[in-house]
């Protein structure tokens, strides 16, 4: 079975950009879709098909998705971003989501 | 407003049943596909199934196949999630999930707040 790969902890200072990355074999073939998820919160769709933005995501959040590596930026990280960050794809039509990465901000 | 509110989430013996469900308000309902999503408590998400619009297509996760049916009635906004021969490792926060297409393959715009299946003998 696809296995997508996240490393479990990104941290970065205020102001900062952070990159978080979700690993797979061809990945790039893949349409990929970003979650954001605060404690105590479901989860909130932030990129979907690689780069786009859903509507009420601010455009310090971009998406890129090359080779084996899809990659969440987040530019100008500011505290209210810290969260856990789920990268999913599918895979013969079942869903696979990357074991999350905790964002801190230092 | 969107919403999609969750309910059957209790305390079930191993090898027991479960039928979840959600209701869905505040848009047109057979327009999206829907999926569940779970959660154990502290832990990451786990897709666990998806339908179509029109239920004419559905997925399941390795992990529960042929241990949960999908369905969904438009006519009611709700879709529901039969479980049986239930393990322990099936306890999770499980939550309802509008896909952003009529597809069920696509990505989740819209979650509940999710309703708690403890497996527990």
């Known amino acids: 079975s696809y296995v997508v790969t996240q490393p479990p902890s990104v941290s970065v200072a205020p102001g900062e950009t952070a990159r978080i990355t979700c690993g797979g074999s061809q990945i790039e073939d893949k349409g990929v879709f970003w979650y954001q998820q605060k404690p105590g919160q479901a989860p909130v769709l932030v990129m979907y098909?690689?780069?786009v933005r859903p509507s009420g995501i601010p455009e310090r959040f971009s998406g890129s998705n090359s080779g084996n590596t899809a990659t969440l930026t987040i530019s100008r990280v500011a505290p209210g971003d810290e969260a856990d960050f789920y990268c999913?794809?599918?895979?013969?039509?079942?869903?696979?989501f990357g074991g999350g990465t905790k964002l801190t901000v230092l | 407003e969107v919403q999609l509110l969750e309910s059957g989430g209790r305390v079930v013996r191993p090898g027991g049943s479960l039928r979840l469900s959600c209701t869905a308000s505040g848009f047109i309902f057979d327009d999206y596909g829907m999926s569940w999503v779970r959660q154990v408590p502290g832990k990451g998400l786990e897709w666990v199934s998806g339908i179509n619009w029109n239920a004419n297509d559905a997925g399941y996760a390795d992990s529960l196949k042929g241990r949960c049916t999908i369905s969904r009635d438009n006519a009611k906004n709700s879709v529901h999630l039969q479980m049986t021969s239930l393990r322990v490792e099936d306890t999770a926060l499980y939550y309802c999930?509008?896909?952003?297409?009529?597809?069920?393959?696509?990505?989740?715009?819209?979650w509940g707040q999710g309703t708690m299946l403890t497996v527990s003998s």
């Open positions: 999913q794809v599918y895979d013969n039509f079942r869903g696979v």
């Open positions: 098909y690689d780069k």
């Open positions: 999930v509008r896909v952003r297409t009529g597809s069920y393959h696509d990505g989740f715009d819209i």
